[in-house]
């Protein structure tokens, strides 16, 4: 079992910053490749960044290539999420989950989820 608790979502002006944290419980921590979702209002979740389970590959979608980054720190059990260069269409509940599943953007491949964190970009 993995018990996932993310923070750091807020309020921010388009072309801020912020950093998402996602705490794991569970001494597995380093076996499960972690992924970044969001879900906007009235759509579908979708598939933000994943890394690998030793933080040595990484995978974005297109339309956060460049602007964020997915790291982790194995030691702390944490996967973080720098969000830079934040737009408006950025807004949405940001959830983090853990897989067994190597680099997988698959959403029905994560076991574990956490309970989101809600990220607004005000234009």
């Known amino acids: 079992q993995v018990q996932l608790v993310e923070s750091g979502g807020g309020l921010v002006q388009a072309g801020g910053s912020l950093r998402l944290s996602c705490a794991a419980s569970?001494?597995?921590?380093?076996?499960?490749?972690m992924g970044w979702f969001r879900q906007a209002q009235g759509k579908e979740r979708e598939f933000v960044a994943v890394i690998s389970w030793g933080g040595g590959s990484t995978y974005y979608s297109e339309s956060v290539k460049g602007r964020f980054i997915i790291s982790r720190d194995n030691a702390k059990n944490s996967v973080f999420l720098q969000m830079n260069s934040l737009k408006p269409e950025d807004t949405a509940v940001y959830y983090c989950a853990a897989s067994t599943t190597y680099l997988t953007h698959i959403e029905g491949r994560y076991d574990y989820w956490g309970q989101g964190t809600q990220v607004t970009v005000s234009s």
């Open positions: 569970g001494r597995t921590f380093s076996s499960y490749t």
